[in-house]
Each structure stands twice: as C-alpha cells, then as structure tokens.
C-alpha cells in the first residue's frame, strides 16, 4: 500500500499517480457495485501496488484520502425498478409511478403539516 496524488487522467478508467517526487504509475480504480466516488487531480489517494520491480504493472486507487462531503443532491436511476432495502423493510419504486413502502412499523412523522393528496385515500 502506498498514499498517493492524482496527477492526470490517462483514460476513463486509469489514473497517473505520483507515489513519491518523481515516481509516477498509472492505475485503475476499485470500483464496487453501486455509486463511486468522484475523483480529481490533486486528490490524496491510497494506491494498492506491487512494488518497482513489476514493470508495466499497474497499481489500483482504493479510494480518496481526506474529507468526505455529502452531495448536495444524488440521483439514482433505473429505467424499471429500484429497490431499498435493509432487512425486513423496503422501499420499492416503480417505473409505472407506484411506490410501496414496507415494514413491521411504519412511522411518517413531519415537523410541519403533514399531507395526503390523492385521487383515493383507503385505510384499512
């Protein structure tokens, strides 16, 4: 493992890291499924790499060193569905426009006025 700074990008999906004055290498970046984060010239970095002796072998960026920031906004999309989840309680949303929210215990709760506009409302 090594800290790194991104110094320019070569391709869409490689970096040119400068490991120490002068040592620059280029490397992927780990992406897992879902969102990835965002990455820019002069970023600290961690740089998985297997040392100067592996010529032409490329480290890989395992993530961004310093602060993490919440985006002021994020979209996720798909095109039919998409699903949150986190044990027994989902929240799915559908391309036709419905959502279903499910869970043992539902509670909505609004500071201010809380509204239900609809065409029907049915409880129970």
Known sequence: MAFGLLVGKVESDRWRVELDPGLLIEC???RIGGPTFELSI???VLVAWPGQGYNGCAGVVLGRIGDSTAPASLVIEATESLTLKCG???V???ADGKVMVRGDDVLIRAKGTQRIRAGNVAIN
Do not use: E, F
Request: hydrophobic share 35%; aromatic share 0%.
């Open 88 to 90: 027994d309680a989902s």
């Open 42 to 44: 002069g970023d600290s």
């Open 28 to 30: 992927h970046v780990l």
């Open 92 to 94: 799915d949303l559908r």
